[in-house]
Protein backbone atom coordinates (compact mmCIF):
# COMPACT_ATOMS: atom_id res chain seq x y z
CA UNK A 1 0.00 0.00 0.00
CA UNK A 2 1.87 2.69 -1.35
CA UNK A 3 -0.33 5.73 -0.51
CA UNK A 4 1.33 9.22 -2.01
CA UNK A 5 4.43 8.61 -3.86
CA UNK A 6 6.63 11.50 -4.69
CA UNK A 7 9.50 11.54 -6.67
CA UNK A 8 12.46 12.84 -6.47
CA UNK A 9 13.28 12.35 -2.62
CA UNK A 10 16.10 15.13 -2.76
CA UNK A 11 17.27 17.43 -5.86
CA UNK A 12 19.84 20.45 -6.46
CA UNK A 13 18.88 22.81 -9.08
CA UNK A 14 20.94 25.76 -10.14
CA UNK A 15 18.88 29.01 -10.70
CA UNK A 16 16.84 29.48 -13.81
CA UNK A 17 17.09 25.31 -13.95
CA UNK A 18 13.50 23.76 -14.79
CA UNK A 19 12.25 20.84 -12.94
CA UNK A 20 9.29 18.69 -12.69
CA UNK A 21 8.12 17.38 -8.96
CA UNK A 22 5.75 13.97 -9.75
CA UNK A 23 3.33 13.14 -7.77
CA UNK A 24 0.80 9.70 -8.07
CA UNK A 25 -1.85 8.33 -5.60
CA UNK A 26 -3.23 5.16 -5.70
CA UNK A 27 -6.14 5.59 -3.44
CA UNK A 28 -8.04 6.27 -6.43
CA UNK A 29 -8.84 9.98 -4.36
CA UNK A 30 -10.43 12.56 -5.92
CA UNK A 31 -8.28 15.38 -5.06
CA UNK A 32 -4.56 16.40 -4.45
CA UNK A 33 -2.70 19.02 -3.79
CA UNK A 34 1.17 20.41 -3.58
CA UNK A 35 2.38 22.57 -0.59
CA UNK A 36 5.49 23.91 0.60
CA UNK A 37 6.63 23.40 4.22
CA UNK A 38 9.84 26.08 5.14
CA UNK A 39 10.86 26.57 8.74
CA UNK A 40 8.64 28.67 10.89
CA UNK A 41 5.81 28.73 7.99
CA UNK A 42 3.89 25.91 8.10
CA UNK A 43 2.92 24.49 4.72
CA UNK A 44 1.30 26.87 2.50
CA UNK A 45 -0.76 25.98 -0.33
CA UNK A 46 0.67 25.90 -4.40
CA UNK A 47 -1.59 25.06 -6.02
CA UNK A 48 -4.90 22.04 -6.02
CA UNK A 49 -6.95 19.87 -7.43
CA UNK A 50 -10.21 19.12 -6.81
CA UNK A 51 -10.94 16.38 -9.41
CA UNK A 52 -9.23 15.17 -12.84
CA UNK A 53 -9.49 18.23 -15.28
CA UNK A 54 -9.67 21.10 -12.55
CA UNK A 55 -6.70 23.08 -10.82
CA UNK A 56 -7.00 26.06 -8.26
CA UNK A 57 -4.50 27.98 -7.38
CA UNK A 58 -3.39 28.29 -3.76
CA UNK A 59 -1.48 31.01 -1.62
CA UNK A 60 1.40 31.02 -3.04
CA UNK A 61 1.23 29.88 -6.33
CA UNK A 62 3.97 32.46 -8.26
CA UNK A 63 6.96 30.42 -9.90
CA UNK A 64 4.59 26.78 -10.21
CA UNK A 65 2.41 25.08 -12.96
CA UNK A 66 0.94 21.99 -12.32
CA UNK A 67 -0.59 19.37 -14.26
CA UNK A 68 -3.38 16.78 -13.16
CA UNK A 69 -2.61 14.28 -16.16
CA UNK A 70 -5.27 11.77 -15.06
CA UNK A 71 -6.80 10.99 -11.91
CA UNK A 72 -3.86 9.32 -10.02
CA UNK A 73 -1.21 12.14 -11.19
CA UNK A 74 -0.84 15.64 -10.76
CA UNK A 75 2.74 16.99 -11.04
CA UNK A 76 4.31 20.66 -9.82
CA UNK A 77 6.70 22.23 -12.22
CA UNK A 78 9.45 24.78 -11.62
CA UNK A 79 10.10 26.79 -15.05
CA UNK A 80 12.80 29.04 -13.87
CA UNK A 81 14.11 27.62 -10.75
CA UNK A 82 15.12 30.52 -7.96
CA UNK A 83 16.96 30.43 -4.23
CA UNK A 84 13.64 31.34 -2.70
CA UNK A 85 11.76 27.87 -4.46
CA UNK A 86 14.32 25.69 -2.15
CA UNK A 87 12.36 24.25 0.20
CA UNK A 88 10.36 20.37 1.07
CA UNK A 89 7.51 20.18 -1.15
CA UNK A 90 4.81 18.01 -0.31
CA UNK A 91 1.65 16.39 -2.04
CA UNK A 92 -1.38 15.23 -0.61
CA UNK A 93 -4.86 13.57 -1.83
CA UNK A 94 -8.01 12.81 -0.30
CA UNK A 95 -11.56 11.35 -1.43
CA UNK A 96 -14.49 12.83 -1.72
CA UNK A 97 -13.40 16.35 -3.06
CA UNK A 98 -12.87 19.88 -1.11
CA UNK A 99 -16.65 20.07 -0.36
CA UNK A 100 -16.33 16.84 2.09
CA UNK A 101 -13.28 17.52 3.48
CA UNK A 102 -11.87 13.82 4.11
CA UNK A 103 -8.63 14.08 5.64
CA UNK A 104 -5.66 14.49 3.65
CA UNK A 105 -2.62 11.95 3.26
CA UNK A 106 0.72 12.92 2.88
CA UNK A 107 3.82 11.70 0.52
CA UNK A 108 7.04 11.81 2.03
CA UNK A 109 8.36 14.98 0.47
CA UNK A 110 10.81 16.51 -1.76
CA UNK A 111 13.91 18.61 -0.10
CA UNK A 112 14.88 20.93 -3.09
CA UNK A 113 17.30 22.99 -2.92
CA UNK A 114 18.54 25.60 -5.75
CA UNK A 115 21.73 27.92 -5.77
CA UNK B 1 -11.29 34.03 6.93
CA UNK B 2 -10.33 30.99 8.34
CA UNK B 3 -7.47 30.08 10.38
CA UNK B 4 -5.84 28.18 12.76
CA UNK B 5 -3.31 29.76 15.49
CA UNK B 6 -1.23 27.29 16.99
CA UNK B 7 0.82 29.61 19.97
CA UNK B 8 3.43 27.50 20.98
CA UNK B 9 6.28 26.98 18.28
CA UNK B 10 8.54 24.83 20.56
CA UNK B 11 6.98 22.68 23.47
CA UNK B 12 9.50 20.14 25.46
CA UNK B 13 8.40 17.82 28.28
CA UNK B 14 9.70 15.07 29.55
CA UNK B 15 9.14 11.52 29.53
CA UNK B 16 5.99 10.13 31.19
CA UNK B 17 4.79 13.13 31.31
CA UNK B 18 1.31 14.98 30.09
CA UNK B 19 1.24 16.78 27.04
CA UNK B 20 -1.29 19.73 25.78
CA UNK B 21 -1.13 20.90 22.50
CA UNK B 22 -3.04 24.38 21.91
CA UNK B 23 -5.08 25.05 18.78
CA UNK B 24 -7.21 27.88 18.21
CA UNK B 25 -9.29 28.03 15.33
CA UNK B 26 -11.14 31.16 13.36
CA UNK B 27 -14.77 29.92 11.12
CA UNK B 28 -17.76 31.23 11.11
CA UNK B 29 -19.43 28.03 11.24
CA UNK B 30 -18.40 24.51 13.08
CA UNK B 31 -15.57 23.54 11.15
CA UNK B 32 -13.88 19.89 10.41
CA UNK B 33 -10.70 19.65 12.61
CA UNK B 34 -7.91 17.48 12.12
CA UNK B 35 -4.41 16.85 14.08
CA UNK B 36 -1.69 16.01 12.01
CA UNK B 37 1.84 14.64 13.18
CA UNK B 38 5.01 14.99 11.07
CA UNK B 39 8.60 12.90 12.47
CA UNK B 40 11.77 14.45 10.93
CA UNK B 41 12.03 13.37 7.29
CA UNK B 42 8.76 11.97 6.73
CA UNK B 43 5.22 13.59 5.43
CA UNK B 44 2.40 14.26 7.79
CA UNK B 45 0.56 11.54 9.35
CA UNK B 46 -3.12 11.65 10.38
CA UNK B 47 -3.83 11.62 14.54
CA UNK B 48 -7.55 12.64 14.11
CA UNK B 49 -10.08 14.13 13.29
CA UNK B 50 -13.88 15.63 14.63
CA UNK B 51 -15.86 16.02 12.06
CA UNK B 52 -19.34 16.25 14.62
CA UNK B 53 -20.99 14.34 17.63
CA UNK B 54 -18.52 13.84 20.46
CA UNK B 55 -16.85 16.37 21.13
CA UNK B 56 -13.72 14.24 22.51
CA UNK B 57 -12.42 12.21 19.70
CA UNK B 58 -9.85 10.05 20.37
CA UNK B 59 -7.10 9.10 17.74
CA UNK B 60 -4.02 7.04 16.93
CA UNK B 61 -0.91 6.58 19.07
CA UNK B 62 -2.78 7.31 21.94
CA UNK B 63 -3.57 11.13 21.29
CA UNK B 64 -7.04 12.42 22.21
CA UNK B 65 -8.70 16.49 21.38
CA UNK B 66 -11.45 17.86 22.31
CA UNK B 67 -13.02 20.25 20.32
CA UNK B 68 -14.66 23.56 22.26
CA UNK B 69 -16.92 25.62 21.03
CA UNK B 70 -17.15 27.78 23.31
CA UNK B 71 -13.30 28.70 22.98
CA UNK B 72 -12.63 27.78 19.52
CA UNK B 73 -10.39 25.54 20.31
CA UNK B 74 -8.57 21.54 19.85
CA UNK B 75 -6.33 21.20 21.92
CA UNK B 76 -4.08 17.82 21.20
CA UNK B 77 -3.70 16.05 24.44
CA UNK B 78 -1.65 12.63 25.77
CA UNK B 79 -1.37 11.31 29.19
CA UNK B 80 2.27 10.05 28.91
CA UNK B 81 4.60 11.01 26.31
CA UNK B 82 7.09 9.01 25.37
CA UNK B 83 10.21 9.46 23.64
CA UNK B 84 9.27 8.61 20.34
CA UNK B 85 6.52 11.26 20.43
CA UNK B 86 8.94 13.64 19.39
CA UNK B 87 7.87 15.67 15.94
CA UNK B 88 6.50 18.20 14.85
CA UNK B 89 2.33 18.48 15.11
CA UNK B 90 0.41 20.46 12.91
CA UNK B 91 -3.41 21.98 13.52
CA UNK B 92 -5.63 22.17 10.72
CA UNK B 93 -9.18 23.16 10.01
CA UNK B 94 -12.04 22.96 7.14
CA UNK B 95 -15.21 24.29 6.27
CA UNK B 96 -18.25 22.49 6.44
CA UNK B 97 -18.86 23.09 2.75
CA UNK B 98 -17.44 25.19 -0.42
CA UNK B 99 -14.80 24.79 -2.45
CA UNK B 100 -11.45 25.55 -0.05
CA UNK B 101 -8.97 23.33 1.18
CA UNK B 102 -7.80 22.42 4.78
CA UNK B 103 -5.89 25.42 6.15
CA UNK B 104 -3.12 24.50 7.96
CA UNK B 105 -1.20 26.12 11.84
CA UNK B 106 2.11 27.04 11.89
CA UNK B 107 3.11 24.03 13.79
CA UNK B 108 4.45 22.91 17.60
CA UNK B 109 7.60 21.48 17.78
CA UNK B 110 7.57 18.70 20.55
CA UNK B 111 11.03 17.66 22.41
CA UNK B 112 10.71 15.16 24.49
CA UNK B 113 13.38 14.75 27.26
CA UNK B 114 14.70 11.43 29.96
Known amino acids: NAGVTQTPKFQVLKTGQSMTLQCAQD?????MYWYRQDPGMGLRLIYY???????DKGEVPNGYNVSRLNKREFSLRLESAAPSQTSVYFC??????????????FGDGTRLSIL | AQSVTQPDIHITVSEGASLELRCNYSYGATPYLFWYVQSPGQGLQLLLK??????LVQGIKGFEAEFKRSQSSFNLRKPSVHWSDAAEYFC????????????FGKGTRLSVIA
Open chain 2, 92 to 103: AVGPYSGNTPLV
Open chain 1, 27 to 31: MNHNS
Open chain 1, 49 to 55: SASEGTT
Open chain 1, 92 to 105: ASSDGGLIKNQPQH
Open chain 2, 50 to 55: YFSGDT
